[in-house]
């Protein structure tokens, strides 16, 4: 074995051996929840292990090279580098009769385009330049996407978009919305993924993706090893945060392959700790520079038309408001918890204790939920705060805005998928609070944030 894989060491090669890991083969098997759970070894001998796979791997039999370049040359020549003009958008344009009436309209005349009519504009270009991809399931890079948006929009001054901080094909298509990662959107992006769900050939049996492997340093491995083996007490804190800050990079990775919460908390249960979070999530956003607090929105809040007279806390009152004018929904007549409406209607951002039900009974039962916010007194009075996170409760204070932002931190931090009905509030909370993005995929939220600037800036007019 340890002439194999010499760079294990010679306590874990020792310890393989134990369980009758002593070929290539047998090593080659192992996965994380093997050597984590049934060889009972630690999160840095795993990534070792990991490591010395990927390099074995890498030195595999001299005919797989060969055939990814055989693979990527077939891909080319099927994809070719993908372009399109202006005039030949108008040629289609103007040879579709369904498209007649606004060329001689609206396009002729250079007038602002409907929805429906922009949805016409580009179902009938892109039944012509992506009809063959579609039916031979070939690959639309997001590159292929913004050349048709660019053309379209050079071909029609009109149906360029105006809103500052966005191209101005944005509404035929617009990377990640504008952000590092997340889903495209636009016309374009709609039109795909319909066609797609329609495919004659029906669905495509989905193939589990394999996970991109982890490029870890050495440096890394050793400081996980060492926070694994770190008693957490006042004293180690300081050090604690230093080597959370040394892992960062793997954490990142782990968060792009679209880990579960579980395995990120199991990994590094340290960054269950209010200072960790914000930390991580300042790592994740280097270069945000929000000037607005949770704090001078709120009385733009509590403006709102919608009255909840009953809560004592100004900042849950304004999180109330948020909702209804974002939602357009009150209160639900019934709850599969068997909350009050109000209570529910709330749930996905704040719980209070119930009379039958203490902080154990919240943390027993609901450890696969999002974060949030519990209050230790009854509905809807205003208490200690904590903030709820797989199972652990993190004790915040009196101050409801802190526990707010530890919990709305948390999602990102740990990978959360937001419920549906809080994605409207947190992306309001993104846009204006952390400023982590500039626009929403929901114009109720981009009016609201623009609205609030404005008040913000002028505070007297407000």
């Known amino acids: ?176 919305n504008g952000e590092t990662k997340g889903p495209h959107t636009g016309f374009i ?24 492997e982890i490029n870890i340093s050495q440096e890394e491995v050793d400081a996980i090893e060492e926070l694994c083996a770190t008693e957490p007490t006042p004293e180690s804190h300081p050090r604690v945060m230093e080597l959370l800050a040394a892992t960062f990079m793997y954490r990142q990775t782990l968060r792009a392959n679209n880990r579960m919460v579980s395995e990120i908390t199991s990994e590094f249960p340290y960054l269950l700790n209010e200072d960790a979070i914000h930390q991580e999530f300042d790592l994740m956003f280097p270069e945000r520079q ?21 809560i004592a806390s100004d900042g849950i009152r304004a999180i109330a408001k948020l909702c209804s004018e974002l939602t357009q929904q009150g209160a639900r007549k019934s709850d599969p918890e068997g909350l009050p409406p109000m209570e529910d209607f709330l749930s996905v951002f704040v719980r209070w204790r119930q009379e039958d039900k203490d902080m154990d009974y919240f943390l027993t039962n609901f450890i696969d939920i999002p974060p949030y916010v519990f209050c230790e007194t009854f509905a809807f009075a205003e208490g200690v705060y904590y903030v709820m996170i797989n199972g652990v409760a993190l004790h915040i204070g009196h101050n409801f805005f802190l526990a707010l932002d530890v919990a709305l931190k948390s999602y990102k931090v740990f990978n959360y998928q937001i419920p549906s009905k809080a994605k409207k509030v947190i992306s309001f909370f993104d846009i204006l609070i952390y400023e982590t993005c500039k626009f929403s995929r929901t114009a109720a939220v981009n009016n609201l944030c623009d609205k609030f600037r404005k008040a913000l800036r002028n505070p007297t007019s407000s």
Not at 294 to 300: A, I, Q
């Open 290 to 310: 929000s000037s607005t607090s949770f704090e001078s929105v709120t009385p733009l809040c509590l403006m709102l038309k919608h009255e909840f007279d009953e």
């Open 1 to 176: 074995m340890d002439a194999v894989l010499p760079d294990l060491g010679e306590e874990l090669s020792a310890k393989l051996r134990e369980h009758q890991i002593d070929t290539v083969d047998t090593f080659l098997f192992l996965t994380q929840e093997m050597v984590m759970r049934e060889l009972g070894l630690k999160l840095g001998s795993w990534l070792r292990i990991d490591r010395a796979q990927q390099v074995l791997r890498s030195e595999g039999p001299s005919t797989k090279p060969l055939r990814d370049s055989n693979c990527k040359r077939e891909a080319n020549q099927c994809h070719g580098k993908f372009t399109v003009s202006s005039d030949e958008i108008q040629n289609i344009i103007e040879s579709d009769l369904a498209c007649q009436s606004l060329l001689r309209g609206k396009l002729a005349e250079g007038l602002a385009l409907k929805k429906n009519e922009k949805n016409l504009i580009c179902r009938t270009v892109c039944s012509k330049i992506f009809k063959d991809a579609i039916k031979d399931e070939r690959k639309i890079t997001p590159d292929d996407k913004r050349n048709l948006a660019k053309a379209i929009v050079e071909a029609y001054d009109c149906l360029k978009s105006d809103v500052p901080g966005k191209p101005v094909e944005a509404e035929f298509f617009w990377e990640c």
């Open 189 to 212: 992006q709609n039109w795909i993924r319909n066609c797609k769900s329609k495919s004659i050939n029906g669905p495509k049996s989905r193939k589990r993706k394999r996970r991109d």
